[in-house]
């Protein structure tokens, strides 16, 4: 059933470029990504940052720069993207892993402030304009990919790889802890578990795969940009997760899918996008607070759990 | 292997198509306007420009070459990367042959290098950089009715001229903002004056105190507002209530539109030296078009709203003539034909992409000698064409420079 259910996603995701405009499935992908290593931190460790867009839009401007400057091929100009979001992390994860909840989130919007500042303030991206016409140069040094079609499937190629990382980390014996420490913190501390190193193991891995995703956007679009490191996208990500379903390994991939949508097709109503935005932001949280793909999980296991006759009530849902 | 079999047809697939061209491509030759909807240059660009490009679209009988002319418009909501996203949708799926308005520079800029890249015509009309037609120039790109060297040159020189020798920046902190200061820096020094300073601020600002104080505190004799729409209003309504222009300094507008001196009021305006491309008072044509726009829309136009009035018409001249909507073809027509509508007489396109017209120094009416709503202007001077731009040689547009 599982096996079957990837495989169908995975066989649209290969026909979808020929139906669909390939520069908003890539657009959407970047987002999906981000959004999955943003859910990796909230969904699985209880740690909810509220300034991965520095991450996303960090890695943006390095991968712009170190291709479009420095005259870097693709693949390395991303790579040198998500190397820069780890090493941020890294720092950033360090200071905030310290404090919980509220501090938390607090601390890592400060920090991110720190980078928007120092994005719009530093000469080498260009202040409001971004850094503008990156080149897309021929991978690995000859498959051109100045065609729409052929970078979707490299985008494609780079998106799955990040999931299958972040479905690994989830189901492995690291993850588990992870999820020990969600669910009770002090818990996994009298286990004997270093508590602070998983956590800051976890951040620095949704850093780098959030820097992933930025980097891949500055190659699609060609630009790096502001909007990228404005809290505003910190605000994004979270609302995407919320929207699929925090704490659910499809969950952000169908919330990425459905703003990105929301955002391009509804691009012609101006100011309203927002407006609808938030409408649906409020009932989600006020109806379905697990997300799309939280609601169907916990219903398939209601019906599944019915099937088999009174059995153990399903499982909590993810806070 | 198969793969990148599938690849090569693919790409080979898309080469095909793209070669594939009519007379006019697709059947429809359609114009996208691209600009602010919602935010600060809404009122000056936004759906006035929108429905200029559908007057200009009736007026040429709705049809060019016997294909109809189709007018879609988006919001970039000033932003580089939501422009450029609406450009390439529109180039690639929806068929668009032209994109036209386009205000804020680093918008502009990333468009235009879209277009330069797939061949679509870029009808500026709304951005200002005057980079757009110096290195960042494109052959398919025209840049229509003003830029900043033009504001400075005539703003700029007439306030030195007239004693402000010492000048303080208050730039928007963008592609169109460092252009104009430097523009106008250029021209204080030709003549004779200095910068004491700059300070700059992000775009769409709200609270300008601290600038403000910065450029009180330099004690220049002008203050230079190298910002436009709803920045330049509230740098201007903020300067007087710390009292600025009372203390002895002057504030130099160096982008002020129709539409900002009827948002400050004259008794806040008043005074005000600011230089365009078109004042609807001027002329019993522009009269009789301004007329005609304001029945659809409730504001006057500004020179952005001409501006695209005039490109799209000239656009559709062109096709006409080259009998073709490929954008080369258009845009060597539009550098051939001769400019003439309600509001440019004898203009010409140059070959860097410049549209060369007289430009107007203007002086905002004292509240006593306004007449009514929207009658704000007397005029100073008229700049002749002649003078009123860059020198192409001075430009540096690479592929300029070799004719």
Redesign the interface.
């Known amino acids: 059933m599982k096996i079957l259910a990837i495989l169908a996603v995975l066989v649209l995701a290969l026909a979808a470029p020929f139906v669909v405009y390939p520069v908003f499935l890539m657009k959407a992908l970047c987002f999906a990504l981000f959004a999955c290593a943003f859910n990796l931190l909230v969904g699985y460790v209880g740690l909810l940052s509220f300034g991965h867009a520095c991450f996303f839009g960090g890695a943006s401007y390095v991968t712009a720069h170190a291709v479009k400057v420095w005259g870097w091929p693709t693949e390395i100009g991303i790579l040198a993207g998500a190397g820069a979001a780890m090493v941020m992390g890294t720092v950033f994860g360090a200071l905030a892993i310290r404090r919980q909840g509220i501090y938390f989130a607090m601390v890592t919007l400060a920090l991110a402030q720190m980078v928007y500042f120092f994005a719009l303030q530093a000469p080498f991206t260009g202040g409001e304009d971004g850094i503008q016409s990156v080149p897309r140069r021929p991978l690995l040094g000859f498959i051109s990919i100045a065609d729409n079609v052929t970078l979707y499937f490299f985008v494609l190629a780079i998106c799955i790889a990040g999931f299958l990382l972040i479905y690994r980390t989830i189901y492995s014996p690291f993850g588990q802890v992870l999820k020990a420490i969600r669910e009770n913190e002090p818990r996994a501390i009298s286990l004997g578990y270093d508590v602070d190193r998983y956590k800051l193991l976890a951040f620095i891995l949704s850093a780098t795969l959030a820097g992933l995703a930025g980097g891949t956007k500055a190659i699609v679009f060609g630009l790096a940009s502001l909007t990228d490191v404005q809290w505003q996208m910190s605000g994004e990500v979270v609302l995407m997760s919320l929207i699929g379903g925090i704490g659910t390994v499809a969950g952000p991939v169908v919330g990425a899918f459905v703003i990105v949508t929301m955002q391009n097709y509804l691009a012609e109503t101006g100011e309203w996008v927002l407006v609808i935005q938030g409408v649906i932001f409020v009932i989600m949280v006020l109806l379905f607070r697990r997300g799309v793909v939280g609601e169907i999980l916990a219903w398939w296991s209601r019906h599944g759990a019915r099937a088999t006759g009174p059995a153990k009530p399903s499982a909590a849902p993810a806070e | 292997m198969w ?1 990148k079999l599938t ?1 090569a047809s ?2 080979a697939l ?1 080469a095909t198509l793209g070669n594939a061209q009519a007379q006019i491509s697709d059947d429809v030759v359609k114009i996208g306007v691209l600009n602010d ?2 935010s600060l240059y809404a009122d000056l660009t936004g759906q006035g420009s929108v429905i200029a490009a559908r007057l200009a679209a009736e007026d040429f009988g709705g049809k060019v070459l016997g294909k109809p002319i189709e007018i879609v ?3 970039h909501q000033n ?4 422009g ?3 450009a ?2 529109w180039i ?2 929806e068929k668009v042959d032209a994109i036209a308005d386009v205000p804020t ?2 918008v502009a ?2 468009v235009q ?1 879209i277009t330069k890249n797939k061949n679509r015509m870029l009808l500026i009309s709304g951005a200002a950089s005057s980079a757009l037609t110096s290195d960042k120039c494109s052959p398919t790109g025209i840049h229509w009715t003003y830029d900043t060297w033009a504001l400075a040159n005539g703003t700029g020189k007439a306030t030195v001229l007239a004693g402000g020798d010492s000048w303080f920046f208050l730039t ?4 169109f903002g460092h252009a104009l200061e430097k523009d106008t820096t250029d021209v204080v020094k030709a003549n004779g004056g200095k910068v004491l300073g700059v300070v700059r601020h ?2 769409n600002s709200s609270d300008f105190s601290s600038f403000l104080l910065q450029a009180q505190a330099s004690k220049a004799k002008i203050i230079g507002l190298a910002n436009a729409g709803t920045d330049t209003t509230n740098s201007i309504k903020q300067a007087a209530e710390f009292g600025i222009v009372k203390g002895g300094q002057n504030l130099a507008g160096l982008l002020v539109f129709l539409n900002d001196v009827h948002a400050l009021g004259l008794d806040v305006a008043q005074g005000l030296m600011l230089t365009e491309a078109f004042y609807w008072d001027l002329t019993d044509e522009t009269r009789a078009w301004t007329k005609r726009f304001t029945q659809r829309h409730k504001q006057h136009p500004n020179m952005i709203h001409a501006g695209v009035y005039g490109a799209v018409t000239h656009y559709l001249k062109a096709i006409q003539a080259a009998g073709t909507d490929e954008a080369k073809a258009v845009a060597a027509k539009m550098k051939e034909l001769p400019v003439d509508d309600f509001f440019t007489k004898g203009g010409r396109v140059r070959e860097d992409g410049r549209t060369i017209r007289d430009m107007y120094l203007f002086q905002v009416k004292k509240p006593a000698e306004s007449k009514g709503p929207w009658d704000y202007y007397k005029l100073v001077r008229t700049i002749p064409a002649a003078e009123a731009f860059r020198p192409i040689e001075q430009g540096n547009c690479p592929f300029a420079k070799k004719s």
């Open positions: 793969l690849l693919l790409v898309g909807q919602a418009f988006a919001d932003k580089p990367d939501v450029s996203t609406v390439n949708r690639d799926v520079s680093s800029l990333a290098e928007a902190d963008y592609a992000p775009l």
